[in-house]
């Protein structure tokens, strides 16, 4: 099948711009764009953290620490983990801050003084964050995930460029950018191996 493009067409003394029935055939892969890789290759798998192709056997991926196969990661979803007692900050450039997450505690991102302490001083003046935007948090199997408060925000949440929906958990990886409104950014770094 084809998609109809419009032509240039010509000029022409009796007013006709040429856009009336000057169409071009356009091949349909012109249209679509690039197709996604395969899942399996007979040279891998693809993980389910990161797309990343992986040799077969490997337990984990090497790029975002994912399981691979059937190792199932405690949380069900297929995943991205940290190490076991490895340290999960979050590194906001632009204040000069940085926060730990602590396993079974969350992290809370906002300007409300109760509800996120450890944020709320830095982000005070920061109209562009909510008063109770969004939460880090690690699971018990290592697993790093964001969630936007239930309620929304005024100016949103986003992961690596893709806007979170209001009270969906994300899943969180080294080096992912956590955007809180316009204005602020953070980097995921999950490093070491100690305790926050």
């Given at each position: 099948m084809t998609a109809p493009?419009?032509?240039t067409g010509g000029e022409r003394d009796d007013g006709y711009d040429g856009y009336d029935d000057d169409w071009e055939p356009v091949l349909d892969e012109e249209v679509r764009g690039p197709q996604p890789p395969p899942p399996d290759t007979a040279s891998?798998?693809?993980?389910?953290?990161?797309?990343?192709?992986?040799p077969p056997g490997t337990p984990r991926c090497p790029r975002c620490l994912a399981r691979i196969g059937g190792g199932g990661n405690g949380g069900g979803e297929g995943g991205?983990?940290?190490p076991p007692g490895a340290?999960?900050?979050?590194?906001?450039?632009t204040l000069a801050l940085s926060l730990?997450?602590?396993p079974g505690e969350p992290l809370r991102l906002g300007r409300d003084t109760d509800w996120a302490p450890a944020?709320?001083?830095a982000f005070a003046e920061l109209?562009?964050?909510?008063?109770r935007h969004a939460s880090v948090t690690t699971g018990p199997d290592g697993s790093v995930w964001v969630t936007?408060?239930?309620d929304g925000t005024v100016n949103g949440t986003w992961v690596n460029g893709a806007h979170l929906l209001p009270g969906e958990r994300h899943r969180l990886r080294h080096g992912d950018r956590l955007q809180l409104g316009h204005r602020v950014a953070c980097t995921v770094r999950i490093t070491g191996d100690g305790p926050c």
């Open positions: 493009v419009r032509g891998g798998v693809r993980c389910p953290g990161c797309a990343a192709l992986v991205v983990t940290a340290r999960v900050v979050l590194h906001f450039d730990p997450v602590r944020s709320s001083g109209t562009t964050v909510s008063r936007e408060e239930s």
